[in-house]
């Protein structure tokens, strides 16, 4: 699946979509799989989009990548994939929704939207998207910044629930490049970077706790043999014939036969 970036996220009608396609260079494109210049035309099909007053059945364009085989949508970034809302309603209402002001009046603009939709926009957004919001620190209800950090993070259009792969392209000025910019400051960059530092730290410890009991004559203050070595030997507590000088803290003899291959503890 391919999404186009476009300006406008309150239009979306087939004479705008057919523009915006027909300017694209399938050769600039790259698929999902990373080749460029593979995408070939391959038919359409019919798609159908709750507009205010209306339902469009509009006619969309499919890609077929020469190099992985595969064929991919290409949608408007006024989209949301595998829904017939907009993305502009979703943001209007979850916004409505964290701010506690009501849906009657955006309800009674949208003819085709019931009470049954609203529920499920919410129930997705709380389920799958608000922790994402939070813990990154997304901008909302920013769309254009919205749309750019959910693509660089978790490869998906915001309020896509299925994990289809999705990547994004930029539109502007009849050309189309990659969009390969990240939308989020520094500060942030260094942020994330930080968390997955952390993370990674934590489950090294939590694994080195659960082996360091049943490695073979170690203790669970030094992580490996050499440590032991390198601990002793600094302090002078090793002796002339190989064997530990403070005896009272149960170091047993450190040249062990060359059939004992784990240290004996006394």
């Not at 009501?102 to 949208?110: C, D, H, S, V, Y």
């Not at 959910?150 to 000025?173: A, E, G, P, V």
């Not at 730290?201 to 082996?211: D, H, N, S, W």
Request: hydrophobic share 40%; net charge positive; glycine share 4%.
């Amino acid at each position: 699946m391919i999404t186009v970036y476009t300006g406008n996220y309150n239009l979306i009608s087939q004479d705008f979509y057919n523009k915006t396609i027909d300017s694209l260079d399938l050769n600039l494109i790259s698929c999902t799989c990373g080749h460029s210049g593979c995408l070939i035309r391959y038919g359409s099909y019919k798609r159908n989009v709750q507009l205010t007053d209306r339902v469009l059945s509009l006619s969309v364009v499919r890609v077929y990548c020469k190099a992985c085989g595969h064929t991919h949508a290409l949608l408007l970034s006024s989209m949301i994939p595998y829904s017939l809302i907009p993305l502009i309603l979703h943001v209007r209402l979850i916004h409505a929704y964290e701010h506690e002001i009501g849906f009657r009046n955006i309800l009674a603009e949208q003819y085709l939207v019931d009470e049954n939709n609203l529920k499920s926009i919410i129930r997705n957004y709380r389920l799958h998207w608000k922790q994402r919001l939070l813990s990154m620190r997304l901008p909302f209800p920013d769309i254009p910044s919205l749309v750019s950090a959910c693509f660089s993070l978790f490869s998906r259009q915001f309020m896509q629930i299925k994990s289809t792969s999705n990547k994004l392209f930029s539109c502007q000025h009849n050309l189309t490049r990659q969009v390969l910019f990240y939308p989020l400051s520094l500060r942030k960059r260094r942020y994330i970077k930080l968390m997955k530092q952390e993370k990674q730290q934590e489950v090294a410890l939590m694994r080195y706790g659960a082996i360091a009991p049943i490695i073979a004559g170690l203790d669970e203050r030094y992580p490996s043999k050499t440590a032991f070595f390198a601990e002793i030997s600094a302090k002078g507590l090793m002796g002339p014939d190989g064997t530990a000088a403070d005896t009272k803290q149960g170091y047993a003899p450190l040249r062990t036969p060359p059939y004992q291959r784990s240290l004996v503890w006394g």
